[in-house]
């Protein structure tokens, strides 16, 4: 059995914990980026820093308490955008000075280790098909062809028509079946066609 469908990968929409004007934007669509990696600041920042450092000061000094530390470090933190994985931007949101709205995009992350295949199956077929059955995928543009295994079948049916009347017709309702790569790697891009095959 062979079904087409797209590569896809998991997207992670980052924005900021507070609202504020955003001041720094250090990355580009396209750019890759590394888990941890400081990504945008608002306009509070510079200052929730210094306030930071200081606390942290006086904290070393016997000045001030841990409380009054983790406060701080955490009002920094409100101010700052900061990758929680290894990945690639795939889409800027916003631009600099632009004010956003608390938990607000301002960018996509797309992990490019979690890569998948959603494919759609007539219900005469899903039968046959199972979790964590394995499948060969092949991408356009590509000689490769990738290992991966069933990760998802969808409970319910798609695309039903309002009024099933006859067998033929309810043919036409298909479930989403989702196949996620095993090793994915530079060459796997999403949007692209691929072909899977059980």
């Not at 450092?53 to 904290?59: M, N, Q, T």
């Not at 067998?167 to 790569?181: F, M, Y």
Request: negative net charge.
């Amino acid at each position: 059995m062979t079904f087409s469908g797209t590569m896809e990968l998991t997207e992670h929409v980052l924005g900021a914990k507070v609202a504020g004007r955003l001041t720094t934007l250090n990355v580009d669509e396209g750019d890759f980026v590394k888990k941890g990696q400081l990504l945008a600041t608002l306009e509070r920042f510079e200052q929730s820093k210094k306030d930071f450092d200081r606390v942290g000061v006086l904290y070393k000094n016997g000045g001030a308490n841990q409380q009054s530390l983790e406060y701080a470090q955490l009002t920094m933190e409100d101010q700052e955008i900061v990758s929680p994985i290894d990945g690639v931007v795939l889409i800027k949101d916003v631009e600099t000075g632009e004010i956003i709205p608390a938990g607000g995009g301002v960018v996509v992350i797309g992990d490019p280790h979690d890569q998948w295949v959603k494919i759609y199956v007539s219900e005469d077929m899903v039968h046959q098909l199972g979790l964590n059955q394995q499948a060969s995928i092949a991408v356009d543009g590509s000689k490769q062809t990738y290992k991966g295994h069933v990760t998802f079948i969808a409970d319910k049916a798609e695309f039903t028509p309002r009024n099933v009347q006859t067998p033929e017709e309810r043919v036409t309702q298909t479930i989403a079946v989702k196949i996620t790569v095993d090793n994915p790697d530079e060459n796997l891009h999403a949007g692209v066609a691929a072909d899977v095959r059980f």
